[in-house]
C-alpha cells in the first residue's frame, strides 16, 4: 500500500458537528473525520464528469476501486499539526506524534507540558507492576505532591525534545432565520453554530491539520495529482453555502506505507522489564515476571467500533486481535484495558438519511498484551497499525499505534 500525507491549511470556519445537541447549538468536533475528508473526495470526483476517476462504467472504474471495493482506499482523521512562526513542522522533524494514551497523567491544579505546567507522565508500566505486587497505585505530582488527574490532552507531538499539546480553538457563530418568501429574516428564528477557527486566537497563526490516506499502489499517483490540481477547490463540513468550509489541501508524493515496529516492541519490552525490577524494593511480587514473553500495546489513534459475538465492545480482546491479525497464537494474553466509550451518528450526504447510532472506543485507550511467539507479531503488527481494527476502517476509524512512545515516560521524568 501507498501513504499519501495531507496538509490541511483551514480558510474559512469549519462547521463539522459530531452531534446535535438538546438546544439549538451544534456542537463541533475537535479535528477533521475521516469520513468528512472522503465524502468530500468523493463528491468531487462525481461532480467532475469526464475525469478518468468518474468512469463508472462496466467495473466501475477506479471510483469503485477506491470507495466501493473489498479493499478501499483508508482516509484516515485529520489531527492539529504544529505551526511554529506561521510556519507547519514537516512530520519527518517530529520525534514523537499523536493521540496521547488515556493512562497519562497530570497535576491536577497545573496540567499540561513542562516549563509552564507540572507536566504529563504516563501510568501503564507502572500500573502493570504495581499489580504484580500487590500493591494499589495512586501517584502524585512529581513537583509539589499534589493530586494528579487525567491529562486533558488529546493530541500531542514531540519536537526538538520538547512536548506540545495541539489543539483546535472553536467559537460560536450565531445566525438568523431567513424567510424564503419575502427574503428577510424570519422572526423567532434564531441559531448558533459552533465552528472550528481558521486562525489561532491569540498568535494569530494559520490553523492546519494533517492525515493520510493509504490506498492500492496503482492508485496513489492518480489520486495524488487529482487532489493537488483542485487543492482550494474542496469544501469540508455543513454550511459550505454560506461561506464556511473553505480549506487549501497540500499533497505529498506518495510513499510505501509499510511500518516496522520491532524495535518499538523490544523497547517496551525491556522498559517492563526494567521497571519490574524496581519494584522490588517494595518486596516479593505476587507472581513471578517471566522472561520469554514479549508486551506490547495497542494504542487507540481514533474512535474505533469493535464488535465481538455480535455485539459492539469496548475491549480488544485476545480473539478479536488474532481475527484483525489473521494469526493464530495460543499464548497470547490480554494483560490490562484501560478504555471508555461513548455515542456517535452523523449524515450521509450521498443518501441524504441519518447514520446508525455507534457505539464506539474512544480514541487514546489503551491494550496491553503479551505473547511468547513474538516472532508471529513482529509482522502482522505492522500491517495492523496500517490497516487499523474494528469497522468503517476506511472512514477514519480504528487507526492504531502499536507501544506508543509515551507509555516509556514515567512519574519521576515527567515532561
Known sequence: MQRIELEIKVLSPLAIARQKAGGSISEAVD???????????????????GHQFSDLTENGGD??????????????????????????????????????????????????????????????????????????????CPKNGGRVDAAGISFYCKFKNKYHSLSANKRLLTRVGINRRRAASEEEILYSVEVLNES??????????????????????????????????????????????????????????KIDVEQKITNFTNSIQDRWQKWEIFGVPLKELSGDRTYFTLDLQSDAILTENWRRTTVISEKMLQQFAKVEDPSLK????????????????????????????????????????????D?????????GVGDRTCEGFGQIQICNQFHLVFREKAV
Not at 32 to 48: F, S, Y
Not at 223 to 234: H, T, V
Not at 239 to 257: C, F, N
Request: glycine share 8%; hydrophobic share 35%; charged share 20%.
Open 334 to 377: 490480554l494483560e490490562t484495558a484501560y478504555s471508555s466509550y461513548d455515542y456517535l451518528s452523523g449524515w450521509n450526504a450521498a443518501w441524504g438519511l441519518m447514520k446508525d447510532v455507534e457505539l464506539i472506543t474512544n480514541k487514546g485507550s489503551v491494550y496491553l498484551f503479551s505473547t511468547n511467539q513474538r516472532e508471529i507479531w
Open 63 to 140: 471510483f469503485q476501486a477506491l470507495f466501493l471495493s473489498e479493499n478501499p482506499a483508508i482516509f484516515q482523521n485529520a489531527y492539529p499539526a504544529l505551526v511554529i512562526n506561521g510556519k507547519l513542522i514537516d512530520r519527518t522533524r517530529l520525534e514523537d506524534n499523536g493521540v496521547l494514551p488515556t493512562t497519562a497523567l497530570s497535576s491536577k491544579n497545573k496540567s499540561g507540558f513542562t516549563p509552564k505546567n507540572h507536566g504529563v507522565f504516563d501510568t501503564l508500566i507502572d500500573r502493570f507492576c504495581a499489580e504484580g505486587y500487590g500493591y494499589p497505585y495512586d501517584p502524585n
Open 200 to 257: 489561532q486566537e491569540k498568535k494569530q497563526q494559520p490553523v492546519c491539520y494533517r492525515c493520510a490516506i493509504l490506498l492500492e499502489d496503482d492508485l496513489a499517483e492518480s489520486l495524488r495529482n487529482f487532489i493537488q490540481l483542485r487543492n482550494q477547490n474542496f469544501r469540508l463540513g455543513g454550511s459550505t453555502s454560506r461561506g464556511l468550509g473553505k480549506v487549501e489541501i497540500t499533497t505529498k508524493q506518495p510513499v510505501s506505507a
Open 31 to 49: 479535528y477533521i473525520p475521516g469520513t468528512v475528508i472522503r465524502g468530500a473526495v468523493a463528491a468531487k470526483i462525481l461532480n467532475e464528469s
Open 379 to 387: 509482522n502482522v503488527l505492522g500491517d495492523l497499525e496500517v490497516r
